[in-house]
């Protein structure tokens, strides 16, 4: 017997997630220099301040293993959401939180339902386990299909997935679409909503799905440090889900999952109201500009609740762009073949990205 048949088939036809490349990675094979780096919703201004200063403390008890428990981080965090303590559960990233999810909940001929196009990791998760990933359209506007991913739901749906707002198109889905869409899902199936932008988002009726947690059993939001905390080199995440199911996700986790340094950044992290301010700011200014500035270019883009913004460009200018040294994100694993989608990052290299692009469309015309 070979080693592939021994392989579980699940893993075995997994297609892996590929991640942005690395700045450098990029420049040594196209043999340039001096590029940005536009295609992973990373905070342009860094980590906080704080953060970086509370990690040189940290260094010298790296002799030692972490709290399991995250005690400080879970204090600190359970106060800013008004959540109980018991209702965290901590991850290498957010990605593990939904790893847990899966390992918790999924057997193989279970089923997800999630919307498509969102986010890569949705589909490996759930195939991860030999689940099927139920994939439900966006709708016209690019948008979640709240009732039709009610509709999708079945029998042999353990877990839903909703991305609030959605990568990689950026859009939302208010509270009233929210609260339908929980009335509409039956008892027992586990209703996970990624918030991992959601410090971003601008909309006035944004749901609460924290509340939901507090009051229907089998709910849990994700958030993340990566993006608007600026730790995505780190690896922390976490979700907040009523107390039973907290239980079990802690039950499925390793216990030093979290390492020392990434909980003694997010702690500090979490305190630098200022550093978080000044990320929005930035961003919802980068994001009005870039809508301005594209759609001045004749290029077609979605409203965004994010730090990234959906731009439908026409094909192949994702190659044209990095020879440009600006690195944006393909989408033609997505469905989005003429699309791509940029982080929304400093004034000059949004502008950069902008006058890449103007240069890009003139040329073709
Ligand atoms: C970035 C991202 C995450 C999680 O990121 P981690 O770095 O693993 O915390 C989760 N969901 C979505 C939609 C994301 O874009």
């Given at each position: 017997?070979?080693?592939r ?13 590929e ?14 220099e001096g590029?940005?780096?536009l ?18 403390r ?5 002799n030692?293993?972490?709290?399991g ?12 959401l008004?959540v ?19 390992k ?23 195939k991860?386990?030999g ?12 948008c ?7 509709e ?5 749906t353990k ?15 208010g509270?009233?679409?929210f ?13 996970a909503?990624d ?5 971003y ?10 509340a939901a947690?507090?009051r ?31 239980e079990y ?47 001045a270019?004749?290029v ?8 990234f ?10 190659q044209?762009?990095l020879?440009e040294?600006?690195i ?16 929304i990052?400093?004034?000059?290299e ?16």
């Amino acid at each position: 017997m070979s080693l592939r048949d021994r392989v579980n088939p699940h893993i075995r036809d997994l297609a892996p997630y590929e991640p942005g490349k690395p700045i450098e990675e990029l420049e040594r094979e196209l043999g340039i220099e001096g590029s940005i780096k536009l295609a992973s919703n990373e905070n342009p201004l860094g980590p906080s301040p704080r953060a970086a200063a509370a990690l040189e403390r940290a260094v010298g008890e790296l002799n030692r293993y972490p709290d399991g428990a995250s005690f400080v981080l879970r204090r600190s965090l359970s106060q800013r959401l008004e959540v109980r303590p018991e209702q965290l559960v901590f991850g290498c990233g957010a990605d593990e939180v939904l790893e847990l999810l899966a390992k918790t909940l999924l057997s193989p001929g279970d089923e997800v339902v999630h919307a498509w196009p969102s986010f890569a990791m949705y589909p490996i998760v759930a195939k991860g386990m030999g689940a099927r990933s139920i994939q439900v359209p966006l709708d016209g506007a690019l948008c979640h299909d709240l009732p039709a991913m009610a509709e999708a739901i079945g029998s042999r749906t353990k877990l839903v997935l909703l991305c609030n707002p959605n990568n990689p198109t950026g859009t939302s889905f208010g509270a009233e679409a929210f609260e339908e869409f929980l009335a509409a899902v039956p008892d027992g199936v586990v209703v996970a909503v990624d918030e991992a932008y959601m410090e971003y988002a601008r909309r006035r009726d944004w749901p609460d799905a924290l509340a939901a947690c507090q009051r229907r059993p089998g709910t849990i939001v994700l958030r993340t440090f990566s993006k608007i905390y600026g730790l995505a080199g780190l690896r922390i995440g976490y979700g907040v889900a009523d107390p039973e199911l907290a239980e079990y996700l802690q039950r499925a986790r390793h216990p030093f999952n979290v390492n020392r340094l990434a909980e003694v950044a997010a702690v500090a992290a979490l305190e630098d109201d200022e550093h978080v301010a000044r990320t929005r700011a930035l961003n919802a200014e980068g994001a009005d500009y870039l809508g301005r500035e594209l759609a001045a270019l004749g290029v077609e883009t979605w409203p965004t609740d994010a730090n990234f913004l959906l731009a439908r460009t026409g094909p192949a200018v994702y190659q044209r762009l990095l020879q440009e040294g600006v690195i944006v994100r393909p989408l033609h694993g997505f469905g989005l073949e003429d699309c791509i989608r940029v982080t929304i990052g400093l004034p000059e290299e949004n502008e950069r990205f902008v006058k890449a692009l103007r240069g890009i469309r003139e040329a073709r015309a």
